[in-house]
């Protein structure tokens, strides 16, 4: 099995600065993409950033020039800087990604969650 564990959520003031991690641990060959999520009360969950083996990156619109993902392959954790945060920010972060187990191959995996509220 694979497991995501998130840290680093929690409330800040608008424009004060959070980092989010996320160590994936389990049985795996390899690890593609990863990337963070989130999603507001009675909004979808979005992209927030995503980050290739090669650390090629995408950014949410909403986000560029605010936030950085970054990973270390060799430790299996990936992170998000997120810096300048607007109340608009506010939802609950989730970590992804794309896993790869010689037994069945690639798979999706999320965490759990770790909520991050942004006060005006």
């Known amino acids: 099995q694979v497991q995501l564990v998130e840290s680093g959520g929690g409330l800040v003031q608008a424009g004060g600065s959070l980092r989010l991690s996320c160590v994936a641990s389990?049985?795996?060959?390899?690890?593609?993409?990863m990337g963070w999520y989130r999603q507001a009360p009675g909004k979808q969950r979005e992209l927030v950033a995503s980050?290739?083996?090669?650390?090629?990156?995408n950014y949410a619109d909403s986000v560029k020039g605010r936030f950085t993902i970054s990973r270390d392959n060799g430790k299996n954790t990936v992170w998000l800087q997120m810096n300048s945060l607007k109340p608009e920010d506010t939802a609950v972060y989730y970590c992804?990604?794309?896993?790869?187990?010689?037994?069945?191959?690639?798979?999706?995996?999320w965490g759990q969650g770790t909520q991050v509220t942004v006060s005006s």
């Open positions: 992804n990604a794309d896993v790869y187990r010689i037994t069945d191959g690639v798979n999706d995996y």
């Open positions: 389990g049985s795996f060959f390899s690890i593609n993409d």
């Open positions: 980050i290739t083996r090669g650390g090629s990156t």
